[in-house]
């Protein structure tokens, strides 16, 4: 999925998705779960920081990443877009975004309405359906590369890999920011 070398994993929890021979990176809310991530990921040559998303994305390098994990996490993130540009600014010409979030356009989401499995409120403060993910992707100069594609309207979660997208250079550092910040879900 991503060439060798250093990869970033956002809201990485204990630090232990990310197998050798990579060198594992993270960012982690959770004081007690950065901590033990970062003890962890230090062993092999990464580091770990204790803070929100974007304001620990912001931190690294441009072009420092082969690889950035965002599994389950834009659901959850209150400034989507934000960190997708960043991550996007942190990836390597050659380096690969997996992003896995809930398919709000799903088959399965219309039939079981209120009680599709991918509300979580007040956990999910986004919901993206495959449009609106590759809007975003491509407003942060990123194309967006189905992993599930012939089963992607019956699957409850998009699984996907964002590249950058070569003739949008630049793309990632600019454009408006959509987010608003609020609190409240909503379907991107």
Known sequence: MFPPGQVLDVGC???????????PFGIEISEELARLAHEHMSKRGGEC???PAVEGIVRFPDESFSGVL???FLEHEAEPKALLRHAARVLAPDGT???RVPNYGSVNRRVLAG???GFRYPDHVNYFTLR??????GECGLTVHLVNALLHPFKDNIN?????NPSSHGAARSGQDLTSGSSQSQAL
């Open 70 to 72: 965002l599994r389950s």
């Open 160 to 164: 996907a890999l964002l590249r950058k």
């Open 49 to 51: 920081l204790n803070a």
């Open 13 to 23: 929890g204990g630090g232990k998705k990310i197998p050798p021979p990579f060198i």
């Open 97 to 99: 975004i997996f992003v």
């Open 115 to 117: 009680k599709w499995c």
């Open 132 to 137: 609106s993910l590759k809007r975003m992707a």
